[in-house]
């Protein structure tokens, strides 16, 4: 996001040695060297490498060119659903496929919504490596956005005329879902208002470590979300049940906030960043269980989740300026972006 995409400049005190209050950068006290905890960091060959995929993938995917195809992209799957929906509505498909395509035009925006949805993942993998507060906001995102694909939803069953009498109750939902989507919007302006950016570790090569291992995560999930989406597409072609993607998606994202946590407290065991990160990690459950609850339930549970976050955010960046006020050997390192 455009509040996010940029994290403010470190302060003076994030450039000071946490151990020695010195500059970050000056010269070690002992000649001998300090043990290091990249071994498998910035300089190994396996790391250059994850970094390099990572780093073209993100440069393609945020390139103008990337821009326009999944512009294109989502027209066209728009576009053509209208097409089939009408060719299914004249009767020129065979059984075989015509099960599958549904009858109302209205489900164009579903289906173009839900491919935005899947564009919008693929970001958020890409966030996940450059600040954990920014995925998470990506992640507020992508449910605000869920539950207007929801509306939509509802408004692709109704029938052709609309009859009031027999759509009342989804409006109903559709409203909820609206008025939800419209509040955790709100909330998430506030939350990248409030986001105060530093890095878990006044030490190059650490903060390079925890960069490239979270580049990891990030191609990982990007294998397992490609793996799933190709499943569920194989299970819908031949008939089959798809599995339903976007709370498999949080299911996921659940494990690998939990992943980044625990592999924070090897840079790190200050006591409000293990509680920001756990928190977040907590948020992401949250929204998974508002992703299987009913209408109504689901805006609440998602709402209630973000607010969550965003009183998260402001304990932490109090509790970070008394941990400043407290003096460097108070704190052993500094927070996360």
Known sequence: ?????????????????????????????????????????????????????????????????????????????????????EVKRQGWLPPSVGHLVPTSHFAAVSMAFTFFLILEVISLVFALARSVSTAVGKQFEIFSLILLREAFK??????????????????????????????????????????RHRRITADEKDQASFVSAKKLIALLLLLIFAGIGIHDLSLLA????????FKTFYTVLIFSDVLIVLLSLRYTAT?????????????????????????YVNAAIGLGAATFALGLTYAYNVFGSIQSDAGPGDRSVRAET
């Open 271 to 295: 006591y409000h960043v293990v509680f920001r990160n756990s928190g977040f990690a907590l948020a992401t459950v949250a929204l998974r269980l508002a992703l299987a609850a009913p209408p």
């Open 154 to 195: 509802e408004f692709s069953n109704f029938g052709e005329p609309i009859q009031w009498a027999e759509v009342r109750q989804p409006v109903y939902h559709m409203l909820a879902d609206s008025i939800g989507a419209l509040l955790i919007f709100v909330v998430i302006a506030f939350y990248y208002r409030a986001q």
């Open 1 to 85: 996001m455009a509040a996010d995409s940029k994290a403010p400049p470190a302060s003076s005190e994030d450039e000071t040695s946490v151990a020695t209050g010195e500059p970050a950068d000056a010269p070690p006290q002992s000649s001998s060297p300090a043990p290091s905890r990249d071994a498998v960091g910035p300089s190994s060959g396996g790391v250059q490498a994850v970094n390099r995929v990572f780093d073209r993938l993100e440069a393609y995917w945020e390139s103008g060119t990337a821009r326009r195809f999944t512009a294109h992209l989502l027209i066209g799957v728009f576009l053509g659903t209208l097409v089939v929906v």
């Open 238 to 245: 031949t008939g089959g049940r798809p599995y339903p993607f």
